[in-house]
């Protein structure tokens, strides 16, 4: 189904360049922070994201995170890239990829999100005529919902990963 399918699939954040993001055809991009920017365990982001960040807003794109999660848990690790943030999301819901795209003055469909869940991440962009690009998580996550929810993504992912770059 078409609501669930990410424009396309890399590995990690890293592997994201402005070329890349150029083809896209976005002028802004949409970060998650767990298991997309630094695990979900940690307030560290991954090695070289900071400087991938920066190489991104160079290039002329702007960059805001959009996180379901609370401001004690998003401020600290976006203060770390210098980056506005979005708090309490609610994704998939449209809330805060709206909100995102006002405060960086672009159209929905100029934006790109960046995360790695199919269910929050990918499905809200699509709700919004926004583009979406699914990454690997940097860690599994442990629990109930998250079993659910990476058992169901798994098929997806697989199927998906043989039509899309």
């Keep these: ?13 890293l592997e994201i360049t ?11 991009v949409l970060l998650d922070i767990d298991n997309t920017l630094a695990s979900y365990k940690s307030h560290e982001p991954i090695n070289g994201a900071v400087e991938w960040v920066k190489t991104i807003q160079n290039a002329g794109f702007k960059v805001i995170v959009v996180s379901n999660n609370f401001e004690k ?3 600290p690790i976006a203060a770390k890239f210098g980056l506005p943030f979005i708090t309490f999301a609610m994704k998939p819901l449209p809330f805060g990829y709206l ?11 100029e934006c790109a999100i960046i995360g790695d869940q199919i269910f929050t991440d990918v499905m809200g962009a699509n709700l919004c005529s926004m583009k979406s690009v699914l990454l690997e998580p940097i860690e599994v996550e442990t629990g109930f919902s998250y079993d659910i929810r990476r058992g169901l993504e798994k098929g997806m992912r697989k199927r998906y990963n043989k039509t899309i770059k």
């Design 73 to 75: 848990r998003v401020n």
């Design 99 to 109: 909100r995102a795209s006002k405060i960086l003055g672009v159209k929905c469909r």
């Design 1 to 13: 189904m078409a609501l669930f399918k990410p424009t396309a699939m890399k590995k990690d954040v």
């Design 18 to 28: 402005p070329g890349f993001l150029k083809k896209l055809g976005v002028k802004a």
